[in-house]
C-alpha cells in the first residue's frame, strides 16, 4: 500500500503540494490526474524518496519514510517521468547494476533479469547499448529495471508517453496483472482514456490540493453529469477551457 498524510512541499512562498493524502490499497490502481505544474511529479519524488516533505508524511507498505526509509524503499518501484540511464551500459548490464542497488545477487538475480527482458520485449537487446535504444525501448527497460525486486507498491510518472499501441498494451497488460497479484499502484497521467481504462480509483490534483477523488463513475456524478467521456469531466472539475483566450487571438 502507499499513503501519504497531509504532504505540503513549498519553494519559498510558493505551494508546490498543498496538504496532499492519499490511499492506495494493496490491488488498486490509482490514478493521479492534473494538470500541468498541479504537483503529481512532485507528490511522486517525495514517495519515491527522492525530496523530502516541507511537512507530512509517507508510509509505503506499513514503513514510514522518515523512520524506516530502507524499508520503505525497498518494497517500492519507481518509474520516472524522465529517467536517466547510463547509455553506455548494455541493457543486461543496467538490470545487473539495478539489481545491485537494491541488493539482489545470487544465482537467481540472472534469472530474473532475464524474466524481466522477456516479459518486456528485450531479450534480443541484452547484450545491446542503451544508447541504440529507440525511446519505447528505453521506457521498457526502465519498467522492467523497477519491477526486478518484486515491489509490492509502485509510482509511476506518465508510463505511456510517447509509447506505441503495441508499448502501451504491454504496460497496462503489465500493471493490471501486477494488481490483480496485490500490487498497489498510484499512477500519474495525462491520457484520460487510460484513466479510465486502468484506475480504479482517480484523485485529481489542482494546484498542489486534491480537489476531486472517486472512481469514473463518481467523478462523473461530481462534474455534474454523466458525460460519456472522461475529458469533459476533468476539464469541467479543473475548469480548464481555453477555447475564449483562443478566440481572442486568432
Ligand atoms: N525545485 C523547484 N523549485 C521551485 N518550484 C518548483 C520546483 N519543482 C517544482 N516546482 C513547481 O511546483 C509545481 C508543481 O510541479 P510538478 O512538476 O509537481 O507538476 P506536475 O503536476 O507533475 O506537472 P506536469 O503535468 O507538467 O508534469 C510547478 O509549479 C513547478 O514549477
Ligand atoms: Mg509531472
Given amino acids: 500500500m502507499i499513503a501519504t498524510h497531509h504532504l505540503v512541499k513549498t519553494y519559498g512562498a510558493f505551494t508546490a503540494v498543498d496538504d496532499v493524502s492519499l490511499e492506495v490499497a494493496p490491488g488498486e490502481i490509482h490514478g493521479f490526474l492534473g494538470p500541468n505544474g498541479a504537483g503529481k511529479t512532485t507528490t511522486i519524488k517525495i514517495i519515491a524518496g527522492l525530496l523530502k516533505p516541507t511537512s507530512g508524511r509517507v508510509v509505503v507498505n506499513g514503513h514510514d519514510l522518515a523512520t524506516e526509509a530502507e524499508a520503505a524503499k525497498a518494497s517500492l518501484g ?5 529517467p536517466f540511464i547510463y547509455e553506455k551500459l ?5 538490470l545487473r547494476f539495478h539489481a545491485g542497488l537494491y541488493g539482489l545477487d545470487g544465482d537467481g538475480v540472472t534469472q530474473r533479469i532475464r524474466e524481466m527482458l522477456e516479459l518486456f520485449e528485450l531479450s534480443r537487446w541484452e547484450g545491446e547499448l542503451v544508447e541504440s535504444f529507440s525511446h519505447g525501448m528505453k521506457q521498457r527497460l526502465v519498467m522492467s529495471a523497477a519491477f526486478l525486486h518484486r515491489p509490492r507498491a509502485v509510482v509511476v510518472d506518465e508510463p505511456m508517453i510517447g509509447l506505441d499501441p503495441r508499448g502501451a498494451r504491454l504496460i497496462k497488460d503489465v500493471f493490471r496483472r501486477m494488481s490483480q ?3 498497489a499502484i498510484l499512477m500519474s497521467t495525462h491520457t484520460l482514456e487510460v484513466a479510465e481504462e486502468m484506475c480504479d ?4 490534483i489542482l494546484k498542489g490540493r486534491i ?3 472517486g472512481t469514473v463513475d463518481e ?4 462534474a455534474g ?3 460519456e467521456q472522461l475529458t469533459p469531466v476533468f ?3 479543473t475548469g480548464g477551457s481555453a477555447l475564449q483566450e483562443i478566440d481572442e487571438i486568432v
Fill in 225 to 227: 453529469g454523466a458525460d
Fill in 78 to 82: 519507481f518509474i520516472p517521468d524522465r
Fill in 211 to 213: 480537489i476531486a477523488r
Fill in 201 to 204: 480509483r482517480i484523485s485529481i
Fill in 181 to 183: 497479484h496485490g500490487v
Fill in 90 to 94: 548494455t541493457a543486461g548490464e543496467f
Fill in 235 to 237: 476539464l469541467k472539475l
Fill in 219 to 222: 467523478l462523473r456524478v461530481m
